[in-house]
């Protein structure tokens, strides 16, 4: 069993600060890319931000500047610093990460359950 459990959403006034973290946990042998996409209503989830095992990053163009993704292996934790939050932000943040639970086996993309975070004065 493998869970990943996100935390440090909640609610910003625009331009404020946030940070996210999503602790895998588990029976895990290793763990590749892991990344943050999130889900605005009515909406279909987006791709926010990943990072590979060797730390090779990607983002959004829209949040691009803002936003820092970052990753602890030993606690095998990834982060995400949100910045200059704006309204369009507002949505509900999912990590993602591709773990492998047993040698040789395909590493499988799990989720966690999601975190809310919403943007407004």
């Known amino acids: 069993q493998v869970q990943l459990v996100e935390s440090g959403g909640g609610l910003v006034q625009p331009g404020g600060s946030l940070r996210l973290s999503c602790a895998a946990s588990?029976?895990?042998?290793?763990?590749?890319?892991m990344g943050w996409y999130r889900q605005a209503p009515g909406k279909e989830r987006d791709l926010v931000a990943t990072i590979t095992s060797g730390g090779t990053t990607t983002y959004a163009e829209s949040v691009k500047g803002r936003f820092a993704i970052s990753r602890d292996h030993a606690k095998a934790t990834v982060y995400l610093q949100m910045n200059s939050l704006k309204p369009e932000d507002t949505a509900v943040y999912f990590c993602?990460?591709?773990?492998?639970?047993?040698?040789?086996?395909?590493?499988?993309?799990?989720w966690g359950q999601g975190t809310q975070v919403t943007v407004s004065s």
């Open positions: 993602n990460a591709d773990i492998m639970t047993w040698y040789g086996t395909p590493y499988v993309a799990y």
């Open positions: 588990g029976s895990i042998v290793g763990i590749n890319s």
